[in-house]
């Protein structure tokens, strides 16, 4: 589970309770909600954690009868699978977000043998790319102005187009200078 402080939901993905789970649900404080979203497989012993500056819960890993190396992102809609090189497959591992150096650390967990390494995981953000979802497009421009006059210190959220912390005409101006610029 993770918190997603940005929405104000527990996110809970997956598990065992006699059969391995591929459900996500949410938590609203008193209601657990399905998310209809398809995502990573089933799977129990993966680690979530919340990404603040890119609003969106980070997963890694787990075991589906085989240890797994995937990661995933959820932005309270959707799973999406980054492809990114990193730890080996692993299960019972720990993962947490540093917010003051804007990345998810990940610690030890068992690939076969007890592990004590550290991963960090910290995308690069796609400039102008304002809501994070990899592309620069009219919504990054309503995203920039829902979150108007915002800051985020020490990092980047939800609107920031430049990725500086703050939500002004800046960021406007990055969106129309990168819009149609493929993000990686």
């Not at 890993?61 to 090189?85: C, H």
């Not at 953000?125 to 102005?145: K, Q, R, Y």
């Amino acid at each position: 589970m993770a918190y997603d402080s940005n929405r104000e939901r527990v996110v809970l993905f997956g598990g065992y309770d006699g059969a391995l789970r591929g459900d996500t649900w949410e938590w609203d404080g008193s209601t657990w909600t399905p998310a209809t979203a398809t995502g990573p497989s089933a799977r129990f012993g993966h680690a979530m954690a919340y990404d603040s500056s890119r609003a969106r819960v980070i997963l890694f890993g787990g075991d589906n009868g085989s240890q797994l190396g995937d990661t995933w992102e959820w932005d309270g809609t959707s799973w999406t699978e980054r492809p990114v090189s990193g730890p080996s497959p692993r299960v019972h591992h720990a993962i947490a977000y540093d917010s003051a150096r804007s990345r998810v650390i990940l610690f030890g967990g068992y690939d076969g043998a007890l592990r004590s390494d550290t991963w960090e995981y910290a995308p690069v953000p796609c400039p102008g790319d304002a809501n994070n979802d990899g592309v620069v497009d009219f919504a990054d421009i309503t995203s920039v102005l829902a979150n108007w006059g915002a800051t985020y210190p020490g990092g980047t959220g939800p609107g920031d187009a430049t990725h500086d912390g703050v939500i002004n005409f800046v960021d406007i101006s990055q969106v129309l200078a990168s819009w149609g610029t493929p993000c990686p």
